[in-house]
């Protein structure tokens, strides 16, 4: 299947300060992709939609200034978590939609935020 | 919104069982994905259907999804110490939510 790195795997960073997640899609286009927020033993947690070029869509409940998405280019798409504190800690994962592949949906590996 | 419900929540199998996880939607889907996922880590795509009635095998896994595309079946045959881990299965409506998860062990 298609490739998506997800960067960094694991960070830990200071109450107040922004953290910067990046999702690639490695060897394919990615028009739409997608942020979740995983906590402990829970499913996924849609956070929003990405298109290039256009605003992100957020789902009900997501602060869009708290969480900021970037999705400049077709391989490329970021989320930073701005003036993070202890309880924006939790598991984040991207995925990018393979138009190539009839729309399937891959995913990164993950980012382990935690705040202290 | 699209509602998703996994069934069971966790499945304990002995390997070399068959086993078969439920999702049911509250909506039609217009598409459905079935993902593993070993704990903190990434999903892996498994299977998508779109079609009523459509069924689809890889490997020891089958996913069904039914005529009125609601409710969708994933199941193992012979299940091995290497299927170990939590099936998602994802309603695709234009965006892609998940349902509450199936964490599956197996036990020797």
């Known amino acids: 299947g298609a490739v998506v790195s997800q960067h960094p795997s694991r960070v830990i960073c200071k109450s107040g300060t922004s953290v910067k997640i990046e999702c690639r899609s490695l060897?394919?286009?990615?028009?739409?992709m997608f942020w979740y927020r995983q906590f402990p033993k829970q499913s996924l947690m849609l956070m929003a939609t990405s298109n290039e070029g256009s605003k992100a869509t957020y789902e009900q409940g997501v602060e869009k200034d708290k969480f900021l998405i970037n999705h400049a280019s077709l391989t490329l798409s970021t989320l930073t978590v701005t003036s993070a504190h202890p309880e924006d800690s939790s598991f984040y994962i991207c995925?990018?939609?393979?138009?190539?592949?009839?729309?399937?949906?891959?995913f990164g590996q993950g980012t382990r935020l935690t705040v202290v | 919104s699209q509602e998703l419900e996994q069934s069971p929540q966790s499945l304990i199998v002995q390997e070399g069982k068959n086993l078969t996880i439920n999702c049911t939607s509250s909506?039609?889907?217009?598409?459905l994905y079935w993902y593993k996922q070993k704990y903190g880590e990434g999903l892996i795509f498994l299977m998508m259907?779109?079609?009523?009635?459509e069924e689809k095998s890889h490997e020891k896994i089958t996913a069904k999804l039914d005529e009125k595309k609601q409710q969708s079946s994933l199941h193992i045959t012979a299940s091995q110490p290497s299927h170990a881990g939590i099936y998602l299965c994802g309603a695709d409506n234009e965006k892609l939510t998940f349902g509450t998860g199936t964490r599956l062990t197996i036990i020797p």
């Open positions: 060897d394919f286009q990615a028009t739409t």
């Open positions: 995925s990018a939609r393979d138009v190539g592949t009839g729309g399937i949906a891959f």
């Open positions: 259907l779109q079609k009523g009635g």
């Open positions: 909506k039609t889907l217009y598409g």
